[in-house]
């Protein structure tokens, strides 16, 4: 691997989006809340070579830790997509939630590049993006996500979106906790199913300009 650890924390992160294509993030710490302002936009339709060349992209620059495949291809599936980017970056990866049992299949690749269980508990390779769309509650398919990567040392990062006026307050700060209960709802089921599994707090709150904060 690139880095001896894993760092999920303030820095640039280099996120692929089937909506924008590709997305420059740049995050700011700023009273300590970090915030991400939008550099580039590419509207297009994305195939497995774009995937790939994003990677080698992202592998370059010194300045990015964390790489984010968001990238939906039409007619691949999440392990054929971890592997185009697993190829051709070392980084670590912040991957969008997929089937449980495809995320048993990654996380064996993932392990077999570590050396192992134990070697990826200690420096896990991926961490989990589990995006909620209802403030305030969890599905059964997010509970189950939840329970197996606290189980097998995977960090999680669960993203409530909360859309003011709609699926939450009018005001900021509404949504904010409101967010934030979502957020530490998660936070809760994985601590029980084993205490200190990584864990990505994030809120995404979504209206005519998105907000996103993560800690």
């Excluded at 300045?63 to 670590?92: F, W």
């Excluded at 990654?106 to 989990?128: C, D, K, R, T, W």
Aim: charged content about 20%; some cysteine.
């Amino acid at each position: 691997m690139v880095n001896n650890t894993i760092h999920f924390d303030y820095g640039d992160i280099l996120q692929l989006s089937s909506v924008f294509g590709i997305i420059w993030l740049h995050f700011e710490n700023i009273f300590g809340l970090c915030f991400g302002v939008i550099f580039h936009q590419l509207h297009k339709s994305c195939k497995i070579e774009d995937v790939e060349r994003a990677a080698k992209v992202a592998e370059t620059l010194e300045n990015l830790s964390v790489v984010s495949p968001l990238v939906a291809v039409e007619g691949l599936s999440s392990v054929e997509h971890y592997k185009a980017v697993r190829r051709n970056t070392k980084k670590p990866l912040l991957i969008k939630c997929p089937a449980i049992d495809e995320l048993i299949e990654i996380l064996g690749m993932a392990q077999g590049l570590s050396g192992g269980h134990q070697e990826f508990a200690i420096n896990p390779s991926f961490a989990v993006y589990i995006q909620s769309e209802r403030p305030l509650e969890l599905t059964d398919k997010d509970i189950k996500i939840l329970k197996f990567c606290a189980e097998n040392g995977i960090p999680v990062s669960y993203m409530p979106v909360v859309c003011p006026g709609e699926t939450g307050p009018d005001s900021l700060a509404g949504c904010f906790v409101l967010g934030t209960a979502t957020a530490l709802a998660a936070l809760t089921v994985q601590q029980l199913v084993k205490r200190g599994s990584p864990y990505i707090h994030g809120i995404n709150i979504s209206s005519r300009s998105s907000i996103a904060y993560w800690e």
